[in-house]
């Protein structure tokens, strides 16, 4: 399946200009750019990525739209990936888990990183085949904090608001609520802060964000924590 959308996806960009090649066009290069476009660059500098010897254990939570732990493989690390829905990337250096990252059957302090890129936010509220769960991000991170050694390193990215909310398939966090989030269990190192201005994505100063709307993601932090 993955690969036909591939052929037709590849055979409507060949094709003479029509409705759904500038949609594409659009929607990869134009005024649709997500968040992804600063997250995947960020979240490559901050594993500390040594090369070749690379060998460090990653686990990439929430995967299934994303082909950033195959990245991670194909750099060196041994990586797994864990979602609620199946995921089709194969790679050697990758092993896939269907789960429940808020409760898992990975040994204590297994990982030496953990890495979640704009997932955290949906966990618990059932938007993406997950269980139902209020407090589903706690019990995330209370997880992921168990499987990660001391001292390991937790990056992740949540949207971000100059006030918390509750949409309807994410959480949108401000300062307080990732403290209350992480600190328990975690140290934050660094928090790097993004925003969309019609599509453009550049970086943003806490005392410039505003109170967002709707169910997109506006602004997104990115945030690096090691385990205490």
Request: glycine share 8%.
């Amino acid at each position: 399946m993955l690969e036909l959308f591939k052929r037709l996806v590849i055979f409507v960009l060949k094709s003479p200009e029509n409705p759904v090649k500038k949609m594409l066009r659009d929607l990869f290069y134009g005024e649709v750019v997500l968040e992804r476009i600063v997250e995947y660059p960020v979240f490559f500098s901050l594993t500390g990525y040594k090369g070749k010897s690379e060998k460090r254990k990653v686990l990439d939570v929430g995967c299934y739209y994303s082909n950033f732990p195959i990245q991670l493989a194909s750099m060196g690390f041994k990586v797994w990936g864990i979602d609620p829905e199946p995921y089709q990337l194969i790679h050697p250096n990758f092993t896939f888990i269907q789960g429940d990252v808020t409760k898992t059957d990975f040994k204590s302090g297994f990982f030496d990183i953990v890495t979640s890129v704009s997932t955290i936010e949906h966990i618990g509220l059932g938007f993406y085949k997950d269980k139902n769960q209020n407090s589903g991000d706690t019990a995330a991170v209370e997880e992921i904090s168990r499987i990660l050694k001391k001292g390991g390193l937790f990056v992740l990215s949540v949207p971000y608001s100059k006030s918390f909310r509750l949409g309807k398939t994410q959480r949108f966090y401000d300062t307080k609520h990732i403290n209350i989030l992480l600190s328990s269990k975690f140290k934050i190192t660094n928090r790097l802060l993004y925003a969309s201005y019609k599509g453009k994505w550049m970086p943003v100063d806490e005392d410039k964000v505003w109170n967002t709307r709707g169910e997109t993601t506006s602004i997104v932090a990115i945030i690096t924590a090691t385990k205490k």
